[in-house]
């Protein structure tokens, strides 16, 4: 996503010296991309970048405090003017007016806390709606958002300062002056502001008045029949923090996309919500004349807890690969909102680092607070230098694959095939069309599509398919994938958790089996050629031919990739050459159920004369044979070669 914000708008914020072009060039270096810097007015406007995971920089507020730590390091100066998170405190403004105000009350009911982490409101009455001042309409206009009024303005003003999105109701349109937050229903409807109606798929956040109607579709978009209009006199101001796996679903379903839910699906800052309801009370009092008329409701019943990181200074080193000194560390953490306290340790330096409420969700481990000094230190001040280069020995089996691998792909390349690569899922009509068993397979809990939802335990169904799916562009189609398959009831892996003390169910972990699978559209003899083509390259002589499938036209065979390479000979087996003559006799069979060439070979290399077999020629149902007769000790004549071959009958 990309927000705008103005450069006078970050000067109330932050006291510095750089230019709009500088600090365009210093932040794209070091932290947020700032794409584009457009003159508007006498402003100048910033196009920037916000990465799914650095939601806390999508604000006035957020840009400044990014720039506090990173234009110091180019010499600017950045300095707070004003922290909001710090300087607004509700209790402490609270104070300066009447206390005990409630003449508008409100009867808030969360039926299910996992919804909203925190929830805040307040009623502000005596509004009185017109047009919002100069500076907030000119920096909304700037910013792509549309100018309203003065109380719907204020809730976008808030929301690109701060980056807490906010929503006004009428207090006067909610019935009873009650509000329920809870799952939506299947099939519920609520008009929307855009006055369009939508049909909710249920588990949305939703929030109904005291007659039952919706009124909100939360940290999307609310409901019209509660919206701001020129008849307002009493508002609700409502800010809050939701799940954002719900408003992501939500979202996705409805298909409604709004700033608001860009924000809320990706987690924001409940710590937030406290100044930026302080700030628009301020804002509304100041620009639409209201009055605080009720006390602050505020829901927070799981505040976040501090988080904590302890390291030592040496890892930075060791990880950035450049020794940064510790005072610059110190100050790059510090102006990003990082608590540093350090620690005396007799072996190293160590620092406790506390992590700011705003980035609870980004910082995990230590690497991440390292990549944070990193960038802001500068990846371009980080020496380039290539790691020096290091050899891991494979494991023997590993590598045989990779070598036989090679060795096969390139020999059948070379007869003219054409190797594919598929994916290890298929489909459950795939496995029924190969006659396959379901029960066999191991089905995906979480695929993303019915295609790809069985691991594989045969490469023939993806072959077979690739030849259908190739039908019609080449007359003549051979393929082959060396993959791997996967078989049910493999080796059982222990699941015990030493963090934990506990023990998990051991669970069972396919087998992996390398196979290589050939698909010809030619014919059988094609299919079985190829085999014994392989065979010879490798050397194998003693390997029983694969079984041929053929569906139809589709000549298939499979075979283990590990027997190939364990019958594999490196060198061919010697033959020592004899000075005796060879007899050279043709034989022609038909073909039956009872002859075939392997019957055939089976029988004729029984006798200790033949040396070799050549198919001379196939017709129809018939095929002739060269059989080569000799002896290596003795000269043998014609007719002990015909009583050899004699004895080849079907």
Known sequence: MNIKITYDWLLEYLDTDAT??????????????????????????????????????????????????????FGKKAIFKINPTKEYNFKKYYLTHDRGIDNKKLNVIIKNKSLCQRFTAVVIENILISQSPNFIKERLIACGIKSINNVVDVSNYLMLALGQPVHVFDYDQIKGQTMIMRESKNGEKIITLDEKEVTLPGGDIVIEDGSGRLIDLCGIMGGLNSAISEKTKNIVLFVQTYDKVRIRKTTMTTGIRTVAATFFEKGLNPEKVEPTIVYGVELLEKYAGGKIGSKLYDIYSNPNKKKLLVMGYELFGKKIGVKIPEKTIDLILGNLGFGINHLNNDRAKMVKITIPSWRVNDIDIPEDIIEEVARVYGYHNIPSALQPIVYVDQPK???????????????????????????????????????????????????????????????????????????????????????????????????????????????????????????????????????????????????????????NGIFMTEIDLQSLIDNCQLVPKYVPLHPYAVIKLDKTFEISTTTTYAVVRIKAFQSKLLQKIEVVSVFENKFSLRFYYSSPERNITEDEAKKELYKVQP
Do not use: W
């Open 20 to 73: 709009p072009d500088q600090i365009r060039e210093y932040l794209s270096l070091c932290g947020p991309s700032i794409e584009s810097v457009t003159k508007i007015g006498g402003d100048q406007v910033f196009d920037i970048e916000v990465i799914s995971n650095r939601i806390d920089y999508a604000s006035v507020l957020g840009v400044a405090q990014e720039a506090l730590a990173i234009l110091p390091m």
């Open 397 to 551: 089996e590993m590598e045989d694959i990779f070598v036989f691998q090679n060795k096969i792909k390139l020999f059948l390349k070379h007869l003219g095939l054409n190797e594919v690569i598929n994916y290890s899922m298929i489909s459950k009509s795939m496995i029924q069309d190969s006659g396959l068993k379901i029960e066999d397979h191991l089905r995906l809990s979480n695929s993303i599509s019915e295609d790809i939802e069985y691991l594989r335990v045969s490469l023939l169904p993806s072959l077979k398919k690739n030849i259908k799916e190739n039908q019609g562009k080449k007359d003549v189609l051979r393929l082959f994938e060396i993959a791997k398959v996967y078989i049910k009831d493999g080796p059982f892996i222990s699941m015990d958790d030493p963090v934990i003390n506990k023990v998990r169910p051991c669970i069972s972990l396919p087998q992996e089996i390398y196979r290589l699978g050939i698909a010809v559209n030619t014919e059988y003899s094609d299919s079985k050629g190829l085999i014994e083509a392989v065979y010879r390259e490798l050397n194998i002589d003693k390997l029983s031919v694969p079984e041929i499938i053929e569906k």
